[in-house]
């Protein structure tokens, strides 16, 4: 089964600190990944997908196939970053979840 | 981009009753789920809502437990059936046309007592 790990349910770090939340999968031929960020009071969206490779809100991620991961990393944080980050998997059309990283960025 | 309507937002409900979700897209979307997120956990995948034929459900979840429906390419309704405690949780309806990204809709907090 596709399986996606993000061993880190809390992180916290200060304003303007480097974040690097993890994100590993498990192997199967070519993986579509994504990120996606649910801010307080908010619904889940889209973040950004390792595809389109480009950087939103400052993040960016990275797939490396050796470590199967897809980090995602932003250099300076800011405390509106404060979110719950979620790493999926497609498998076809339907999306499987890692279990959640709770960001918070500390003035 | 898709916007997915969800309702109701939260209920609580008696233990043996049952609840149905309606979630409505505002565009037409190929593909339709429902995903449940326990207190403190992850997403995990219930079904894949199908247009006029039976939804695919993931292992753990069955068709008398929850049912779905979807009628067309916009709507689809989930019922939890004979809810317990354990079935407290919140139900989000996504929706997906082709590999384009998944929407999601707001959720619904269910609370069974």
């Known amino acids: 089964a596709q399986r996606v790990t993000q061993p880190e349910k809390l992180l916290s770090v200060f304003k303007g600190a480097p974040v690097e939340l993890k994100c590993n999968y498990s192997y199967s031929g070519s993986p579509e990944l994504f990120w996606y960020v649910q801010y307080s009071r908010q619904r889940l969206q889209l973040l950004l997908r390792h595809i389109s490779r480009e950087s939103i809100k400052g993040f960016t991620a990275d797939l490396n196939k050796g470590e199967t991961s897809f980090h995602l990393k932003k250099p300076f944080a800011q405390e509106e970053d404060s979110a719950m980050y979620y790493c999926?998997?497609?498998?076809?059309?339907?999306?499987?979840f890692g279990e959640g990283t709770q960001l918070t960025v500390n003035p | 981009s898709a916007v997915i309507s969800q309702k109701p937002s939260r209920d609580i409900c008696q233990r043996g009753t049952s609840l149905t979700i309606q979630c409505q897209v505002d565009?037409?979307?190929?593909?339709m789920f429902w995903y449940r997120q326990q207190p403190g956990q992850s997403l995990t995948l219930i079904a894949t809502a199908n247009q006029g034929s039976e939804a695919t459900y993931e292992s753990g979840f069955v068709i008398d437990k929850f049912p779905i429906s979807r009628p067309n390419l916009t709507f689809s309704t989930l019922t939890v059936s004979n809810m317990s405690p354990e079935d407290s949780s919140i139900y989000l309806c996504?929706?997906?046309?082709?590999?384009?990204?998944?929407?999601f809709g707001q959720g619904t907090r269910l609370t069974v007592v």
């Open positions: 999926a998997r497609a498998s076809g059309s339907r999306l499987t």
């Open positions: 565009s037409q979307v190929t593909m």
């Open positions: 996504s929706a997906r046309a082709g590999n384009t990204e998944a929407f």
